[in-house]
């Protein structure tokens, strides 16, 4: 199970995800109570080590945008969150030397194959991202395929049957991990991935 803590700020929290056990972690450059600079995220990526992948988050933001935000950073991954990318967008992304990172809602009409539009990972989220309401995983048995991620809704109490409903590669968590908006929690990250390992 590969899981992925995102919307990380602090130095302790983004510890607390990799000494937990955490295969990636995100950090969230798009508008949002998570949202830090690159600048930031540049100091964060420090304390994570090689085998523990680090991902650039953006929503909305045109991939020339990307491109300047994350260059130099040493970030792994860019993830390009929502609907409006086109093919166009997302090629332009595969050139970048960071791995990509495909989001999109489960309940509209997205493409839900890792892959299809290039990308190395895929994440299939809530219809409103980052506001930790639950969904309805169980409509998505069958519809995705390859290395994507559940997201949207999840905590340590219904991980393991979010996954059991859905059959997903991985899970990505970040409301479901704080205390308050936008403030992580490192309890219930280590309380998180320990319960989606037994999914």
């Known amino acids: 199970m ?6 990380l700020r602090e ?5 607390a995800a990799v000494d937990a056990g955490a295969d990636a972690v995100g950090f969230v450059l798009a508008p949002s109570p998570r949202q830090i600079t690159p ?9 994570v080590p090689p085998h523990v ?25 860019v ?42 990972l895929l ?3 809530a ?3 980052g506001s930790g309401e639950p969904w309805d995983w169980a409509a998505l048995a ?13 905590g340590p109490g219904n991980v393991r049957q979010a996954v059991a409903d859905t059959g997903a590669w991985g899970v990505d968590v970040s409301s479901g991990v704080e205390r308050g908006r936008g403030v992580k929690d490192a309890g219930l990250i280590r309380e998180f991935v320990a319960a989606a390992r037994e999914a």
């Not at 590969?2 to 919307?7: E, M, P, R, T, Y």
């Not at 993830?79 to 990509?100: E, I, M, S, V």
């Not at 395929?145 to 809704?153: C, E, P, Q």
């Open 11 to 15: 130095p302790s929290h983004v510890a």
């Open 53 to 77: 992948l680090t991902v650039a988050v953006f929503a909305g933001a045109p991939p020339a945008e990307v491109a300047a935000a994350v260059d130099g950073t040493g970030v792994g991954a």
């Open 123 to 125: 994440i299939v989220d």
């Open 79 to 120: 993830q390009l969150h929502g609907d409006a990318y086109t093919p166009g967008d997302y090629a332009a992304a595969c050139a970048l030397p960071q791995r990509l990172v495909r989001a999109v809602s489960g309940t509209g009409g997205a493409d839900l194959a890792c892959g299809s539009h290039g990308e190395d």
């Open 142 to 154: 069958g519809r995705a395929d390859g290395r994507w991620l559940l997201a949207g809704g999840l």
């Open 2 to 7: 590969f899981v992925k803590i995102c919307g």
């Open 127 to 129: 219809p409103k991202p």
């Open 39 to 47: 600048e930031r995220m540049r100091t964060l990526l420090a304390d």
